[in-house]
């Protein structure tokens, strides 16, 4: 029986026989964790210091959103032209339905091309899982949404102690409430560590576990349509192939919607830091 052609390096992808279908008298290629690792396209994974494939999606995203919005408003009209008017309206979106909504025009306003960026970023970021050649959404790397909650996480903590003081701070992280009578103390104990540890942890892991699942189901109907052409299985094979896409445009739904999730969760943060009692 022919088996899946495994390369000798571990951190390297893991490949299939791209002629191998079923009664063939080899094995379905299953995606799994394999999926996820990229040969360096400069430098050497044994280092740590190199260059992949994610990381040149993330870098092009980056250069597209800026053009973009470069494009957009370099040159603003009265009556804005196509492009400037779908930029207005992604950015419209997100000043008033999010920062505006939840925080308010005047303590919003400082807070929008933070929020702006991070939607805009996470959101392409995403879309990447479902661009021909690209075909990888770089936040299903969990480094990549880790340093994106970070980034809130630390905003999050200077402006609570800027705002309140170190008392007020404490206070605002532990949500003291003495009307909560001999049980305070577990509270205060719960909230901190629900505060600084858990907060930061699920912010990351939710934006990475749904674009981690929603990128090994679009793999696994692929495979499967292509290893599915052989005599009777062309029919499996079809219905595999609209199951692709199925998820291709549930998937789209889903990365817009995880992106509007970070960006919301952020501003909720930042509310929860400028509230006075929390």
């Known amino acids: 029986m022919k088996e899946p052609a495994v390369s000798a390096d571990p951190t390297q992808v893991l490949a299939f026989e791209t002629d191998c279908h079923i009664f063939d008298g080899c094995g ?3 995606p799994g964790l394999h999926s996820f690792l990229f040969e360096p396209l400069v430098g050497d994974a044994s280092s740590n210091l190199y260059f992949n494939k994610p990381m040149l999606l993330a870098l092009l995203g980056s250069i597209i959103i800026v053009g973009f919005f470069w494009a957009a408003f370099r040159k603003p009209k009265i009556v804005p032209g196509k492009l400037q008017m779908v930029a207005e309206a992604g950015y419209d979106f997100v000043r008033r339905g999010i920062v ?3 925080l308010g025009k005047r303590e919003g306003e400082k807070y929008v091309p933070l ?11 995403n ?3 479902i661009i021909p050649v690209a075909q990888f959404p770089v936040t299903a790397i969990i480094a990549y949404p880790i340093v994106l909650a970070l980034i809130v996480y630390v905003l999050w903590v200077s402006l609570t102690f800027k705002r309140h003081g170190f008392v007020g701070a404490l206070k605002n992280i532990t ?23 858990v907060r930061p942890f699920t912010h990351a892991v939710r934006l990475f576990a749904n674009m981690f699942a929603g990128h090994t189901l679009l793999l696994l109907f692929t495979i499967a349509s292509w290893y599915l052409l052989n005599g009777l299985g ?8 609209i199951m692709v896409i199925v998820m291709t445009a549930f998937e789209l739904f889903i990365q817009a919607l995880q992106a509007y999730v970070f960006v ?11 509230a006075e009692n929390h």
């Open 100 to 102: 505006y909504e939840t």
């Open 115 to 125: 929020v702006v960026s991070l939607f805009f970023f996470v959101w392409m970021m």
């Open 175 to 197: 949500g003291y409430d003495k009307s909560l009578g001999p049980v305070l103390p577990l509270a205060m104990l719960i909230e901190f560590f629900s505060n600084l540890l």
């Open 127 to 129: 879309l990447w899982s």
């Open 264 to 274: 919301l969760l952020t501003v909720t943060y930042i509310q929860g830091a400028l």
């Open 28 to 30: 379905f290629p299953a």
């Open 234 to 241: 062309i029919v499996y094979a079809g219905v595999s192939f």
